[in-house]
Structures are given as C-alpha cells and as structure tokens.
C-alpha cells in the first residue's frame, strides 16, 4: 500500500461511529468538558496500539521504514466540528468526502490517523469519523479503534476522578519488540509453484511477452484514467434491521452469505446497466481479514505482552478475486431482454420494474452467490497458502509495479469489504448513573435514575474507502452494528465512473434486499 499511496493513488479510508453520549455529560455547565472528556479517551485508545504512534520514512524508496514519534498531543489530530443550534445542519457527507480525499501530507513527523467530531451542540449524538492511511492500518482496524475507545469512554465515565492523571498527551512507547510485523512475517504463507510461477508471470513479464490471455477480456470497465484527480464520490445505503434479518435468513436457506449475495447483486445491477460493448465479463474483489489464521506471536522481549492480531491495529488483510464469465453476464442479459419485452413502458413506478426485472434474473443471482460463497470458503480452508502475501519477497520495487498497472486495463470492476458486526453495547460496557453538578464535571453522589441514558453506546457506523485510480472501479463498504441497520458505503472515482450508474446500483441493492427479505419471510425456501 506504501507504494499506492506514494503514487497518488489513492488517499484514505474511515470508519465512522455515532455515538450516543450519556445525559450526565451532556448536562455539564461546560461544553470543553465533554470535548477534553473524549479527547483524553482517544489519548488513552492510541496509548494501546503502537502502530498509532509511528511514522513512515523514506517512503518513496524500495524500503519504507516506520519511525517512532515523539510524544505528542492528540489534541491537534482530533478536529471537532459543532454547531450552535440544532436546527442547523451538518453535511456529514461533505465532511467524509472531504476526510477521504485529504492525504495525510507528514507522513514522516506525523502518525498514520486523524479523527473527526460533528456534533449538534446539545444533542446526545456523536458522529466521530476515524480516518487513517491503509499503509497503516485495514479495515478491521478502524473498527478495533472503535471498540477500544468505546470502552474507554466507559470506563472514564464510571470513574470516581474520570479526568484525574488522564491527559490528552501520548507517551509514545513504540519499539522494534513491541511492534506488530509485516503481515508476511507474523505467520508462514507457503507458496506452491504452480501457484507462484503464473502469478510471478502477470506481474512481471514484459507486455509483449505476456499471453492475452493473461489480461481479461472485456471486463475492464471502468478505464483507468491515471491522469484524472483522485476525488471520491460517495452514496450511503443504510439497509433496516428487518430487511438484514430476511436477507440473511434467504442466505442461510440457500447456504450462502451476506458478502456472496451482495457480490451476487452487484454483478447483475451493472450487467442489466452497461452494455456488452462495455463489459462481456466481470472480475470483482472480496477482503479477508488474516487474523482467524494467525496465532498469538509469544513476547519478543521481557515485559512486553504476546501480540494477538485479533486485537492488533495493523494492515492484515488479504483479497480473494472472483471471476464472472462472458456465459453468466450473457445469461443475466439474455433474462433481462426476455422480461423486458413483457413490460409495458411508462406503466409502472421504476421501483416496480427493477423487482420485475430482478425475478428474471434472480435463479441466476442466486447462483452467483453460491460461486462466490464456495470461492470464499475455499480460500478460507486454504488458510495462508498459496495467498498472494506470500509472493511480497519475490519483488523489490513496488513502485515500479504499481506504476505498471496504469498502463493495463483495469482487473476488477468493483470490490467488497465486509467488517460484518461492531458491538455498540457490549454486554460487560458499566453504565453511571451519575448526575452532574458544577462547572468541574459530575458529582459522584450515586443516586440512581431511570431517566436518561447511562452509557455510551454505538448505535450506527459506516466502512468508507477513498476512491483508488488503478485498484477496483467501485468500492462497497459494509458494517453492521449488533442489532442494528446494515450501512453499506459505496465509492467511486469522480470522473472516471458514471454516478448515475452508482446510484442505480445503490437503489437496486436496497430494492432487491427488501424484495429478497420479504420473500424469506411470506415463503422461507425450505
């Protein structure tokens, strides 16, 4: 990513949580109470993870190194917006885009992450946006952080002294045995040769030594315009608790998952849009997290505690490509002309038509899903071999690979990165039933009350990547908090990728979710 990213490839990624503040500190006489209440939280959340605590030298070289901080104070990391008066408003989505595309331009003298507040002064909801450098940090990460400030939030809440020998200052305590290590050396990725050597061939044989068959036919839509700025266009579609429950339900029937059906749906909503002069077949991307096949690492030195990657904020992801041949986009389109002629123009809501047009296609959907599912799953049996990361020793100049790839067409069209569940309000979170007094914070007179909210909790969050010039056209990304909606954040190229067609993709995973999740419920398939 190191190599993406010193291109100008590609900027940014969040993950972003609402969360709900408790009445106690919300009635506090004041506001910069509440502001250092939570920034000394996320000093103590950064405190956990050295990788927050580091930057990157030399990073426009064969070998980027980090480089340990001194301490600093989080205060200038936290940006917090608020307005005055509730009824004005806040453009989160502004804000998001803006975080996105905002590289992080220090990278040597400044760690890896920032964070974002918008808050509606004297409401009880907290929007914090957690926006790092995926050279950093993956997807899992984010909501790592999320979990650990959440918990810290808490935990200060609960206190007698919540403020007392806390501080918005980071000591950093970084080092080389404490360190988490590249994901190629925290476990061993055995590469089998007939696995290494075509793989090798793709990435560095010369153009006209290389097959055409190596670069795939027609499916790669959008082009890669290496020239066009990186500038994110985002859509937000927040698919209710009801329809995530019917969906999956459908899912289990047909012993396939969330990922796969949203992979599924994905590839006919561009099928039924983009014509086959455009794209005959389709390649798309499903994220791994690595950390289920990583065993703790023991303690590098005395003192130092083992590292366990499940609760490691670092990059330790992987990808998995599916393939979608010129026969299945050719099937989709086939079923889509055939329901189509039977539709009189004009004589239903367009909401109407796309479910009409979806039962045409929808055995084939579901068959796509069962590809994919059985992909994924195969992989995951597959544990770390044969796994790309395992091929990162057999190259020395990423840049000079990286580069190489504006100049070939694009390889996948979209990509999916599913977080599946951030815990909003874990069962072992200690509430306060504290009522405050003063201008110092809260009385600790526990007295308690039925009224108001004891806790802070996690009740929406969203995965947003930046737009990427030469990686997939379209991003989805996805996350659940426990009992809650589904937020699937899709992303895009500004210029380079057709918004109409986002937008239509977006409508049609919340048209065709809700019509498979009513299905699931009037006639579960047995």
Not at 321 to 341: E, G, K, L, Q
Not at 414 to 440: E, H, K, R, Y
Request: some cysteine.
């Amino acid at each position: 990513m190191a190599a993406t990213y010193t291109n100008g490839l590609y900027n940014g990624t969040s993950v972003t949580c609402q969360y709900t503040i408790p009445s106690h500190l919300l009635a506090f006489t004041e506001y910069t109470y509440l502001v250092l209440f939570f920034k000394c939280a996320v000093a103590k959340t950064i405190g956990e993870h050295p990788l927050c605590q580091v930057g990157i030298i030399q990073a426009k070289t064969k070998k980027p190194s980090w480089v340990l901080l001194p301490d600093f104070d989080v205060t200038t990391l936290v940006e917090w917006h608020v307005v005055r008066r509730e009824e004005d408003r806040i453009d989160h989505l502004a804000v998001l885009k803006h975080q996105l595309d905002t590289k992080f331009s220090s990278i040597e003298s400044q760690p890896g992450w920032r964070v974002t507040v918008t808050h509606v002064h004297g409401t009880n909801v907290l929007n914090v946006f957690f926006v790092f450098n995926h050279v950093n940090f993956d997807g899992q990460s984010g909501k790592i952080f999320h979990e650990g400030l959440l918990r810290n939030l808490n935990h200060l809440s609960n206190s007698e002294t919540p403020l007392t020998g806390m501080s918005t200052m980071v000591s950093t305590a970084a080092t080389a045995s404490n360190m988490p290590p590249p994901v190629e050396s925290m476990a061993h990725f055995p590469i089998s040769p007939l696995y290494a050597i075509p793989t090798l061939w793709k990435k560095l044989a010369p153009p006209f030594l290389r097959s055409r068959t190596t670069i795939p036919p027609q499916h790669a839509w959008p082009p890669i315009i290496a020239n066009c700025p990186v500038e994110t266009d985002l859509k937000v579609v927040v698919i209710p608790k009801s329809v995530v429950e019917g969906a999956l339900a459908a899912c289990r029937a047909r012993n396939t998952t969330m990922t796969a059906l949203l992979h599924a749906l994905t590839v006919v909503s561009l099928t039924l849009q983009l014509p086959e002069s455009e794209m005959s077949a389709m390649q798309s991307v499903t994220t791994i997290d690595l950390r289920r096949h990583i065993p703790k690492m023991p303690p590098v030195a005395p003192g130092n505690t083992e590292l366990d990657s499940r609760k490691t904020m670092a990059n330790i992801v992987g990808r998995l490509t599916h393939r979608f041949d010129p026969s299945t986009i050719s099937n989709i389109r086939a079923n889509n002309s055939y329901v189509s002629r039977i539709i009189t123009p004009g004589k239903l809501s367009d909401k109407v038509t796309r479910e009409i047009l979806f039962l045409g296609v929808e055995d084939i959907m579901w068959s796509v899903a069962a590809k994919v599912r059985s992909e994924i799953q195969q992989r995951l049996n597959m544990r770390l071999r044969n796994n790309e990361l395992g091929m990162m020793r057999f190259a020395d100049d990423f840049r000079g690979l990286v580069k190489g790839t504006l100049n070939r067409p694009r390889v996948c069209t979209f990509l999916i990165s599913n977080l599946v569940l951030i815990d909003g309000d874990p069962a072992d979170t200690p509430t306060s039933s504290t009522q405050p007094v003063g201008q110092d914070g809260p009385t600790r007179g526990r007295t308690t009350s039925d009224e108001g909210i004891s806790k802070w909790t996690i009740n929406r969050a969203g995965f947003t990547l930046s737009a990427h010039v030469n990686g997939a056209g379209i991003h989805l990304g996805v996350i659940t908090v426990k009992g809650g909606d589904m937020v699937i954040d899709m992303t895009w190229q500004k210029g380079v990728v057709d918004d109409k067609v986002c937008e239509q993709l977006g409508e049609d995973l919340r048209t065709w979710l809700g019509h498979i999740a009513t299905q699931a419920t009037e006639a579960p398939t047995p």
